[in-house]
């Protein structure tokens, strides 16, 4: 699977809108982008996916760059339970499994 | 639905006894994860399955862990002996395979202590 890169930390006004970005220059064509967000002592959260189209649910939009080697999840509305690390993954869903590995992510603060 | 369960959410034991951490995935699901979060090395996959079969154990560091899932409601990790450097909070979480999303539910954790 590629691996991703992301800014180890980022700020944000509550309120504001929250861009978390990733690179995954080496992305392969059958590979997804998910995202996925750990607030403090919990288990990672299950954001959004996508492969090439931008993609909206009730949590976020992801936002895929047309050559696919770089995204950006948008919180629109920001709130101070938005803190947390948010992961940023590739990986094919044509493979023997779900085979999902982590980095180190990005830590989102969101101040009042 | 009551999602991924763990159990125990926390475990304290010496160096040297047996640790047994269970999950119960949720219901339908085919997939089940163990993973491994420290603060030194993140968050490691340790092995999944696929319809009660292990599909992939290379993340399991060594030959003291050990992984079963005895049917589709219920798989343990075990670790004999335990040692220190095992402390770590250990995530369990499952997945609909073959639907071609897969997104992954995760448990609260088990904290695992070894003094």
């Known amino acids: 699977d590629a691996k991703t890169t992301q800014p180890p930390s980022m700020d944000c006004a509550e309120g504001r809108a929250a861009n978390l970005p990733c690179n995954h220059s080496?992305?392969?064509?059958?590979?997804?982008v998910y995202w996925y967000r750990q607030i403090h002592s919990q288990g990672p959260q299950y954001i959004i996916h996508?492969?090439?189209n931008n993609e909206t649910n009730e949590m976020a939009s992801l936002i895929i760059t047309e050559d696919r080697k770089s995204s950006t999840l948008i919180l629109p509305h920001a709130t101070l339970r938005d803190t947390a690390v948010y992961y940023c993954i590739v990986r094919s869903v044509d493979t023997g499994g779900f085979k999902t590995i982590f980095g180190a992510g990005t830590r989102l603060f969101v101040k009042a | 639905d009551a999602g991924v369960i763990q159990s125990p959410r926390h475990e304290v034991t010496e160096m040297g006894q047996e640790v047994t951490l269970r999950c119960k995935p949720i219901s339908g699901h085919n997939s089940l994860f163990w993973y491994r979060q420290t603060m030194m090395r993140g968050l490691e996959l340790l092995i999944y399955?696929?319809?009660?079969?292990?599909?992939?154990d290379s993340g399991m560091p060594e030959d003291r862990f050990s992984a079963k899932m005895p049917n589709a409601s219920f798989s343990t990790l075990k670790i004999q002996p335990s040692e220190p450097r095992d402390s770590a909070v250990y995530f369990c979480a499952s997945s609909l395979y073959g639907t071609g999303v897969g997104e992954q539910y995760f448990g609260p954790g088990t904290r695992l202590t070894v003094t």
């Open positions: 996508g492969l090439k």
């Open positions: 080496t992305i392969s064509g059958n590979e997804y």
């Open positions: 399955f696929n319809n009660n079969v292990p599909i992939d």
